[in-house]
């Protein structure tokens, strides 16, 4: 599905968005992980993108899920 590269970088980038957020709180992070892969799939795989994306997703993220 995606080459080496673009897989940690995705990582790396849900890492970076995600640190504030609790490990209990998988949904929010699954949600954001989701939102990231989607988007590199549709080719938005430039570091600021992913960013922006996973960012905006976080703070749309239901509060009952953080």
Do not use: Q
């Not at 897989?7 to 957020?21: F, G």
């Amino acid at each position: 599905m995606f080459d080496t590269a673009t897989a940690a970088l995705s990582r790396a980038i849900l890492d970076e968005i995600c640190e504030s957020v609790s490990g209990h709180e998988t949904g929010a992070k699954a949600h954001v992980a989701s939102a990231i892969l989607e988007a590199a799939a549709k080719g938005a795989t430039s570091p600021d993108s992913l960013k922006s994306i996973g960012r905006r997703v976080l703070s749309e993220t239901p509060s009952m899920w953080r």
